[in-house]
């Protein structure tokens, strides 16, 4: 993953844009809000309506009763499993875009999220591990085996490891791995039902104890992500200009690296492979906060379980009483951005 990656419309380098420190936290504090806001509608919409007397009384008055039930082992697992994967997502886009340099960089994009549902089916299917905390180290290893394929085989190219390059490898190893997983899931009728969970990214299936499991490998993604920030700035003036500034850059691609599969392979553990959430949302912030990418990256994670735990809410509510998966609201939603997205950037290779 260690990718020296140019902007996409070939102009050099630009200082990292910062916002006064005053904005950066009002942006900050109105995210969290949001969060906080989202988080509770998650609770309160679905099938079965609740009122927020009745939520709060299963969360702190546990009976056993239907409501307490639906509360405690349905909607609030699938929270909890959507801020953590929405964390990492919004974490390991903002590190691949910045550290590429490539503004179509992303963990679906590139790939890496397929690598990691490939290796989480290739434990369920193939060696019958069910739990999480099994196929997790399966997901991660899929999910650098991806990344490390990518580079590899974008670096053969005549102009090298090119933005436009890895996009376009990024989708064919994509196509690769899922090719794989579906032919896994057919062999294998008892993989079928989890490939089905894999092929479109849900958190129908969460519960609180792999969202326990899973959480050690998110925060340390999440540090490393958030400690990159001022590397990544570096970065983003070429190479050179980072190098004389002091950075070491194998040393940080690798530490980035690291952070990325963490946080991707995390997140696809537990949730699926969901598509364009990490790819929008560095963009969303970047838009509020400027290019400096310690704040880009502390807001994707902000904003990241918004759009993902708004997307499973409204997934709830618009073909009710049956419900659209998360990974499918989000790919209807983050679909016409990436087009848009592509339509303004003039590639040179094309």
């Not at 910062?18 to 009002?26: E, K």
């Not at 007397?53 to 039930?69: F, H, I, K, P, S």
């Not at 609030?76 to 499993?81: A, D, F, K, S």
């Not at 899931?185 to 990214?201: I, K, N, P, Y």
Request: charged fraction near 10%.
């Amino acid at each position: 993953m260690a990718i020296q990656g140019a902007a996409i419309t070939g102009q050099r380098p630009a200082a990292p844009r910062t916002v006064a420190p005053q904005r950066h936290a009002m942006v900050l504090s109105l995210a969290a809000g949001l969060l906080v806001l989202v988080s509770v509608v998650s609770l309160l919409v679905g099938p079965h309506p609740l009122s927020p007397q009745q939520v709060a009384g299963a969360l702190l008055d546990y009976q056993g009763t239907t409501v307490d039930r639906i509360v405690a082992h349905i909607r609030l697992p699938r929270l909890v499993t959507g801020l953590l994967a929405g964390l990492a997502l919004g974490g390991a886009g903002a590190i691949m875009q910045g550290l590429t340099r490539n503004p179509l960089a992303g963990p679906g994009v590139l790939g890496i999220n397929a690598g990691a549902a490939l290796g989480a089916v290739i434990a369920i299917g193939v060696l019958g591990i069910s739990s999480v905390t099994g196929y997790i180290w399966f997901a991660l290893a899929g999910a650098a085996l991806v990344a490390t394929l990518v580079y590899l085989l974008g670096a053969m190219g005549r102009g090298g490891a090119t933005p436009f390059a890895l996009v376009l490898t990024g989708a064919a190893v994509s196509a690769l791995a899922a090719s794989i997983t579906s032919a896994i899931s057919l062999l294998d009728r008892s993989a079928f039902q989890d490939f089905r969970f894999w092929v479109v990214g849900s958190l129908t299936r969460a519960d609180l104890d792999s969202a326990v499991a899973i959480l050690p490998f998110i925060l340390a993604g999440a540090v490393l992500a958030l400690t990159a920030g001022r590397t990544l700035d570096a970065v983003a003036l070429g190479d050179d200009m980072a190098r004389s500034l002091g950075t070491r850059l194998a040393r940080a691609r690798i530490l980035c690296a690291v952070a990325v599969v963490l946080l991707a392979g995390s997140a696809t553990a537990i949730a699926g492979p969901i598509a364009f959430v990490g790819l929008v949302v560095p963009h969303l912030a970047r838009a509020l906060v400027g290019t400096g990418y310690r704040a880009v990256t502390a807001l994707s994670m902000l904003l990241a379980p918004i759009v993902l735990i708004a997307a499973d809410a409204g997934g709830r509510l618009l073909v009710a009483p049956q419900e659209l998966q998360v990974g499918i609201v989000t790919g209807l939603l983050g679909a016409p951005f990436f087009l848009v997205l592509v339509g303004r950037r003039r590639m040179a290779a094309l």
